[in-house]
């Protein structure tokens, strides 16, 4: 809900548990002033200490500079004094930097807004405000508004900013971030996620420290290495309780999320698009419309804080039909033959699947040009008749009679200069003239900025969809942008082409979601080095990680986990010792920990032994039985192996808190030692439920009732798992 002063000139926006408010301050500049924990509609603007300045104890305000550069901000620009880090910077034709935004009028609509071309959140089945604060540099002539949309089901407030340039010249906006606050250092520690390919969104908890601490990337992508998220926490704050913010950024480009403490031990908030190597030039009469960044705030810790940003990105943000449906089991030929197949032996894999219980068969890169390794044919997309001999329609067919539903993976945006299509169309890779560009596994990034080869790209993909009964598919890209070059755009607007990429790619991809409305759609980028809130608006799920070995998906899926749903986190059953890390673990733990994501296999199945076979049509009636209450329940995170080094245990819990799946990982086994209770948090305190430990001899481990609140705070017993990387999952169901 969102109220408006008129005496106090404060906004209050409200979702079920948080406050934000914003005052329109004395000189009209946009100020923040509260955001936390629910509380009343008193005048808050003492919290924007206008009367308290540096240099003199006359009349507030004296000077701007005083001013500018205290007062907490909503959206703070650039050039004109306030010193701290700016959320706007334009230059005018004379390539003077100076912005200063004043309020001019405001309303609040009973609706979300949605951005041209930018995935953004809805309202479908419920309520929701969209409060419009309009601002003017009367100087410029140039007019920013200011967004937030706010829902009455989950505890998050959506922002961005529309700049309109109202004047009659050109103007350059040369940073233009989607969400700025300021608040009060309360002694707080920050979390970011940091990674590599394989090793994607490890998360880093310290203390923040005076001057400016962030993530960034210029990569072109969302990329392995860092991530737009960063969360603010008091120092005491646990999984399920204290303060946390929460700032996560609906885009797949280059990216900024930085927090600054100053001179006065405040900190500025910011997130947006990476302003470096940005530059946008903007027309008398244009506008410029940021991506949305989404903040959510929690009194209940990390789970609470990942709890809004779930609801959030499942009711408001994923529009796939599927994202409320199992999937469909699918089995990916990958690791199983990398690009060493046929028809032949794709059929092999698919009887023995359907054997299994498995659903649907994914063919992975190879199937198309001469690609029998990585260092061509991207590009060439028509079925390579040497490989899928009797053709792609034929083997789909057959997959089908045996019972399967057929998959396939794209790299639409790349190139390899080994191709027909690079060889007819040299000037289609982005590259500076003159200049050898950086390769990365041998393949240059298609220039989709440029209209034709988007359309190339898309009608080749369309091509091979429409032409077999093609269910699912894969877009995968996998390098990142250098030496960017591009005869589409002129000189004073290459500062556009990474955005323009990243618009390119939805536009690409909402093309594919509307001419094929029901494909499964599964986004991927070199394991998971695009998986944003961005690419969730076209694909409910997305590949996490090309480390599928049981360990390491530990921390990837904890980090993934932090803000998005484990209905969207791609995780398979792989084989041993893992490609990755060359780990070997039981089958049982690989099974255990792929059900806390979309589940599937991706190993060669004909190769698995007797033992293997009923252990993976065990695996798949646990996903039948209850990948419900992974998709649709609660998240929570109870033991974390990156911090005690010995055991990982989470929990998902259905909305009811009827049922619940826990699951506990031994990493490394300790000898005479103690079993261990684990403490499961969020079920219903009065009720009695019946815990099965799942995939246990059930005399040996017989069933336990216990009330929801013994579970909670005394614990449940585990059964020790002998040897290393053993686990335990166990059915919680509430009885009557
Ligand atoms: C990327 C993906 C993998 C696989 C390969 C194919 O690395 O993440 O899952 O599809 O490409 O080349």
């Not at 969209?130 to 407030?157: G, K, M, P, R």
């Not at 079920?683 to 069933?703: C, H």
């Not at 990387?725 to 166990?730: A, E, N, P, Q, Y």
Request: aromatic share 10%; charged share 25%.
């Amino acid at each position: 809900m969102i109220k408006f002063n008129e005496q106090t000139k404060i906004f209050h926006l409200q979702t079920p548990n948080s406050s934000y408010q914003i005052l329109i301050s004395h000189k009209g500049h946009i100020s923040h002033v509260y955001y936390g924990t629910k509380i009343g509609d008193d005048d808050l603007s003492y919290l924007t200490r206008q009367m308290e300045y540096g240099f003199s104890n006359q009349e507030i305000f004296r000077e701007k500079h005083s001013l500018l550069d205290f007062l907490p901000m909503e959206y703070p620009t650039d050039g004109i004094g306030d010193f701290r880090e700016s959320a706007l910077a334009i230059s005018d034709a004379e390539n003077h930097n100076g912005v200063e935004l004043i309020y001019k009028n405001h309303k609040i609509i009973e609706e979300t807004v949605q951005i041209p071309g930018l995935p953004c959140v809805f309202a479908e089945n419920s309520k929701c405000q969209t409060l419009v604060i309009t601002t003017e540099d009367a100087v410029l002539n140039v007019e920013v508004d200011l967004y937030y949309s706010v829902f009455d089901d989950c505890d998050a407030i959506v922002r961005w900013a529309k700049i309109k340039n109202n004047s009659s010249k050109t103007i350059f906006v040369n940073k233009a971030l989607s969400a700025a606050f300021d608040m009060d250092d309360n002694n707080f520690d920050m979390i970011t996620l940091h990674g590599s390919w394989a090793r994607e969104r490890h998360i880093d908890r310290r203390p923040i420290h005076m001057g400016k601490q962030g993530v960034v990337s210029k990569r072109g992508e969302t990329s392995h290495q860092e991530h737009p998220f960063l969360a603010i926490l008091d120092k005491t704050a646990t999984e399920n309780a204290g303060n946390v913010y929460g700032v996560n950024f609906i885009y797949s480009g280059n990216f900024v999320a930085e927090v600054q403490k100053n001179q006065f031990d405040s900190l500025r908030v910011t997130m947006g698009i990476n302003p470096e190597n940005f530059s946008w030039k903007l027309n008398s009469g244009d506008a410029f419309e940021t991506p949305q960044a989404v903040l959510v705030f929690s009194d209940k810790g990390l789970n609470g804080m990942s709890h809004a940003f779930h609801d959030l990105y499942r009711e408001h943000l994923i529009r796939s039909p599927f994202k409320a449906k199992p999937r469909p089991i699918l089995i990916n030929n990958w690791e199983a033959t990398y690009f060493n197949f046929n028809t032949e032996k794709l059929l092999e894999i698919a009887r023995q699947s359907k054997k299994d219980g498995i659903e649907m068969l994914v063919m992975d890169d190879g199937w198309f040009g001469k690609r029998n390794n990585d260092d061509c044919s991207l590009g060439d997309w028509v079925v390579n008749e040497e490989k899928i001999n009797g053709g792609l329609k034929n083997l789909v067919e057959q997959v089908n009679k045996i019972g399967l539903k057929f998959g396939i993976w794209f790299e639409p945006e790349m190139i390899s200069p080994d191709s027909d299509v690079f060889r007819s169309h040299p000037d289609w890779a982005i590259q500076i003239p003159g200049r050898v560009p950086g390769m990365s596994r041998q393949q240059l990034v298609l220039d989709i900025v440029n209209p034709e080869a988007r359309n190339f790209a898309y009608e080749s993909v369309a091509k091979i969809l429409k032409s077999a009964n093609i269910e699912y598919v894969k877009w995968d890209m996998n390098r990142q942008l250098s030496d960017i070059g591009t005869p589409c755009l002129p000189a004073d607007q290459l500062g556009e082409y990474f955005h323009r990429y990243v618009l390119a790619v939805y536009e690409m991809q909402e093309r594919l979601i509307t001419d094929f409305p029901n494909l499964l759609l599964e986004n991927c980028s070199g394991g998971g080095a695009r998986f944003d809130p961005g690419m969730l608006y076209y694909s409910p799920q997305i590949w996490c990680s090309d480390d599928t070995d049981a360990i390491e998906r530990l921390s990837i899926q904890e980090g993934t986990a932090l803000m998005y749903p484990l209905s969207s986190m791609g995780a398979h059953v792989s084989v041993c010792p893992n490609h990755a890390v060359g780990r070997v673990t039981p089958f049982k733990t690989r099974g255990h920990v792929a059900l806390s994501g979309t589940f599937g296999y991706e190993l060669d199945i004909t190769k698995l032994s007797d033992d293997e076979h009923s252990q993976v049509q065990k695996q798949v009636q646990n996903y039948k039985d209850y990948s419900h209450i992974v998709r649709d329940g609660d998240y929570y995170r109870i033991a974390s192996y990156r911090e005690n080094n010995e055991f990982d245990c989470w929990a998902s819990i259905t909305k009811d808190k009827k049922q619940a799946l826990v699951t506990f990982v031994q990493v490394l086994n300790h000898p005479n030692y103690k079993s261990r209770f684990v403490k499961i948090p969020g079920l219903n305190p009065d009720k009695k439920y019946k815990a099965t430990y799942v995939d246990e001899d059930q005399t040996q481990n017989p069933p336990v009732i216990l009330q929801g609140s013994t579970l909670q705070n005394a614990g449940i017993k585990i059964a020790r798992p002998w040897g290393d990387f053993g686990s335990v999952l166990i059915y919680i169901e509430m009885m009557n």
